[in-house]
C-alpha cells in the first residue's frame, strides 16, 4: 500500500481525502468500494454517522477540485450521462413488508398465469395479449415501488419446476427492483420489466433434451442456443404495442460490458441502458436457482459472483446499485444465528446491509417455532445470553429440512 496512513476522528473528514480504512466492517456500511475518495457531501455525512474513526491515505488523498475529478461515478450519474434530462427519483416504501405482502401474494399468482399464458402463445407462434401482459407488469411494478421486499421474498420462496417460466418471473422482479434504486420512472421501470419478462422467449423453440443438458455445450449447440435471440424478436416485431425499449432488451440482454458477449459483442454504451440493467438480473437469478448442470448458488454468493464479475460482464456502477437494491442477504435468504436459530431474512436495511430483520423458523434447538417470530438485528444486538447476535452463514434452500412454503405457514 502506498502513502503515510492516518487515523483521524470520522467528524474531521475533508473532501479529497482518501478513506483506506473503518473502524467497523465495510460489509455494515453502503460503501461497496473498499477505499475511496470523499468527494460528495453524502459520502462524508454516511462516514460520520457510521464510524467514530477512519484511516486516511495521505499518498493517495487530493487536494482542491482534483478531490472531485476522476472519482468514480454513481449508476444514477451513468444514467444521466447516457439520457440528459431524464428525472431520477428517490424512492422511499410507501407500505411497510407487512402491509405489502398480502396485495403482492394475490398479484404474484395472477402474475405466474399470466407468464405461462404467454409463453404457451409464443410456443405456437400465436399472437400475443399484449394488454394483459401489460397490466400484470404494472401491478407487479407498482408493488415494487411501493416495497419491492415482497416481491423479492416471493420471487425467492415461490419458485417453480418449469425454469423458463420460472426464470423469465425472476429476471423481471430483480430488473424491476434495480430500476427503483436507480431512481427511474415508473414507465421506465414497467418497460424494463416487460422486457426482461420476454427477453428469451424464443427458447420455447429449443428442444428441451438441449435446454436440459447436464454437461456444458458444445461450440455448435452454444451457437444454435444463441438464435433464440433472433427467434424473440422475429415474433415481437409482429406484435403490435411492443417498444423500440423493449426490442432492444430482448436483442442485446446477452452482450457483455467487455464485448465477449452476443449477438453482436457490442461494448459498453454500445449496449442500451435498459439491456445493461436486464441482463444483471438474468445472470443473478440464473445463478441462484437450480440448474440441470450446476446447484444453485445462496443469494449472498449470487450477489458476490456479479461484484466479482463487475467491469468485465456487467457495468461497475450497475452492479454496485443492483447490490445496493437487494442487499448483501437478499429478501428471501435462509441464514443460521450465532444463537443457532434460523430464519429467513424478510427486509433489508440499506446503511446496515449485515442487520436485517428476519422471521424465525427454527430455534437454536433447530425446532420449529409456530407462531410467528421476527428479530430485528439493527436493534436486537445480542440473544437471551447476553452474547453478540450476528448472521454466521447463509443456508442452501430446503437446509435443515425447511421448504419454501414453511414461511408463509
Not at 220 to 245: A, C, M, P, W
Not at 309 to 323: A, G, H
Amino acid at each position: 500500500m502506498s502513502g503515510r496512513f492516518v487515523s483521524i476522528p470520522a467528524r474531521d473528514l475533508q473532501f479529497g481525502m482518501f478513506v483506506a480504512e473503518l473502524d467497523r466492517p465495510w460489509l455494515e456500511t453502503p460503501f461497496l468500494v473498499q477505499g475511496f475518495v470523499v468527494s460528495e457531501p453524502e459520502q462524508r455525512k454516511l462516514l460520520m454517522e457510521l464510524c467514530n474513526k477512519v484511516t486516511i491515505d495521505t499518498g493517495k488523498s487530493q487536494q482542491g477540485s482534483a478531490a472531485r475529478k476522476g472519482r468514480k461515478i454513481s449508476g444514477r450519474e451513468a444514467i444521466l450521462r447516457e439520457t440528459p434530462g431524464k428525472r431520477l427519483d428517490i424512492y422511499k416504501d410507501t407500505r411497510s413488508f407487512d402491509q405489502e405482502i398480502v396485495s403482492a401474494t394475490e398479484m404474484y399468482e395472477s402474475y405466474e398465469a399470466t407468464v405461462k399464458s404467454f409463453y404457451e402463445d409464443f410456443r405456437r407462434n400465436k399472437a400475443i395479449n399484449i394488454k394483459d401482459v401489460n397490466e400484470t407488469v404494472n401491478n407487479l411494478v407498482d408493488s415494487i415501488v411501493r416495497n419491492p421486499d415482497a416481491c423479492m421474498l416471493l420471487r425467492q420462496m415461490r419458485r417453480k419446476s418449469d425454469y423458463l417460466h420460472d426464470h423469465a418471473m425472476g429476471m423481471s422482479i430483480w430488473s424491476a427492483a434495480l430500476g427503483r434504486q436507480l431512481g427511474l420512472p415508473p414507465e421506465d421501470i414497467k418497460q424494463i420489466a416487460f422486457g426482461a419478462l420476454v427477453a428469451d422467449a424464443g427458447t420455447v423453440h429449443i428442444s428441451n433434451d438441449l435446454l436440459n443438458k447436464p454437461a456444458k455445450l458444445t461450440e455448435s449447440e452454444f451457437k444454435y442456443v444463441q438464435r433464440h435471440v433472433d427467434k424473440s424478436l422475429e415474433i415481437l416485431h409482429q406484435t403490435n404495442g411492443i417498444d423500440k425499449q423493449i426490442l432492444e432488451i430482448v436483442q442485446c440482454h446477452h452482450e457483455r460490458f467487455d464485448g465477449s458477449g452476443y449477438p453482436q459483442g457490442l461494448v459498453g454504451s454500445q449496449i442500451p441502458i435498459f439491456a445493461r440493467i436486464v441482463s444483471i438480473a438474468d445472470c443473478y437469478d440464473a445463478v441462484t436457482t437450480k440448474r440441470p448442470y450446476a446447484p444453485p448458488l445462496t443469494p449472498s454468493e449470487g450477489v458476490t459472483l456479479l461484484y466479482d464479475l463487475r467491469d468485465k460482464d456487467f457495468q461497475s456502477e450497475l452492479v454496485e446499485e443492483f447490490i445496493q437494491a437487494i442487499g448483501i442477504y437478499p429478501v428471501g435468504t435462509m441464514v443460521e444465528l450465532s444463537s443457532g436459530e434460523v430464519g429467513t431474512v424478510i427486509a433489508e436495511y440499506r446503511r446496515r446491509r449485515l442487520r436485517p430483520k428476519i422471521l424465525l423458523l427454527l430455534d437454536s434447538e433447530k425446532r420449529p417455532i409456530k407462531s410467528r417470530q421476527y428479530v430485528n438485528l439493527l436493534k436486537t444486538t445480542h440473544d437471551s445470553e447476553g452474547k453478540p447476535l450476528d448472521i454466521v452463514r447463509a443456508l442452501e434452500p430446503g437446509a435443515y429440512g425447511l421448504a419454501d412454503d414453511d414461511i408463509f405457514a
